[in-house]
């Protein structure tokens, strides 16, 4: 079927249900409410449902834009790449050990990330639609596992400013896969590869000015 015909039929099964799924930034934002109990993620969890997998990857990859202490992206990367390693072996429902599962993410920080990234993530939410998604699709979202597990290895390098690039793209890769656009993920890949070549250059010219002092 093609993008035009999937578009139209989601429109109408719309209609029949009378329902209208929330945004991701809308459930992100409700639950950044001062007056509400810190969530659990798998408070999160079941709030994404079958989302999951892209409102994490948003999530988790957005939170790297918020001024954090030094080793908190250890702290975030760690469920990524529990995330996308899931994505990246075929998983259709993203599993949750317990202790991650009721780890609890402060209001205050999701009304950061909020802050930071929602009215771009608002934006994108209402570009983004179905288009451009190549098939098989189980092969595709396999290929875009691997590819943001990568991206969560480099999250995880407790090196300052380097974790920024590779969160921002596996935080595009998840609107991508949240709502089959092909453009999108094509944006995400850029931005990857573009981090990469940062990280790089970062990381030689480091190596370089060590070498110096040897």
């Given at each position: 079927m093609s993008p035009a015909g999937l578009s139209n039929l989601r429109r109408s099964l719309r209609r029949k249900s009378g329902k209208r799924q929330a945004r991701i930034s809308a459930i992100?934002?409700?639950?950044?409410?001062?007056n509400r109990a810190e969530p659990t993620i798998g408070d999160l969890s079941l709030a994404f449902d079958t989302r999951a997998?892209?409102?994490?990857?948003i999530l988790f990859g957005g939170l790297n834009l918020v001024p954090l202490p030094?080793?908190?992206s250890l702290l975030f990367g760690i469920?990524?790449?529990?995330?996308t390693f899931q994505l990246a072996i075929g998983r259709h429902r993203l599993w949750l050990p317990e202790r991650i599962r009721h780890t609890r993410l402060s209001p205050d920080k999701i009304a950061l990330l909020m802050a930071k990234i929602g009215p771009w993530l608002r934006r994108i939410e209402r570009l983004a639609r179905h288009r451009y998604w190549p098939n098989p699709e189980r092969l595709?979202?396999?290929v875009?596992?691997?590819y943001c597990f990568v991206m969560a290895v480099l999250v995880t390098i407790p090196f300052p400013f380097t974790n920024m690039m590779p969160g921002v793209s596996i935080a595009i890769a998840g609107v991508a896969i949240t709502a089959r656009d092909g453009l999108w993920l094509l944006g995400a890949l850029i931005v990857g590869i573009i981090a990469v070549a940062v990280l790089i250059g970062v990381y030689g010219a480091a190596a370089f000015a060590i070498l110096q002092f040897v």
């Open positions: 992100l934002r409700g639950f950044s409410h001062e997998f892209g409102a994490f990857f030094p080793g908190a469920p990524l790449i529990l995330f595709l979202l396999s875009v596992g691997w």
